[in-house]
Nanobody, 116 residues
């Protein structure tokens, strides 16, 4: 079955950087677009970034554009999110996601906390 294992979250000071990883299994990773979402306490889950299957197109939410970079390694079945210039408002649980056979699949999430 489709599974994701996210890692790379943690506590970082404002202005710092983190790199999230999402290892995928159970489907043909290279054939599907992938996304990162995040959910802060008391808020709805929001889309952060999306990448097409071949990585030819990447889209970002306005509030992370220029600071975050989504990428993927189709040989290793891994999705990445490089996060730079982190702000306290980036604090959230981050999830990787795909839609496979008309169903959305999510990882377990990794916590990112930006605080001094």
């Amino acid at each position: 079955q489709v599974q994701f294992v996210e890692s790379g979250g943690g506590l970082v000071q404002p202005g710092g950087s983190l790199r999230l990883s999402c290892v995928a299994s159970g489907f043909t990773f290279s054939a599907y677009a992938m996304s990162w979402y995040r959910q802060a306490p008391g808020k709805e889950r929001e889309l952060v970034a999306t990448i097409t299957n071949s990585a030819g197109i990447k889209n970002y939410a306005d509030n992370v554009k220029g600071r975050f970079t989504i990428s993927r390694d189709n040989d290793k079945n891994v999705l990445y999110l490089q996060m730079n210039s982190l702000k306290p408002e980036d604090t959230a649980v981050y999830y990787c996601q795909t839609r496979w056979q008309l169903k959305d699949y999510w990882g377990q999430g990794t916590q990112v906390t930006v605080s001094s």
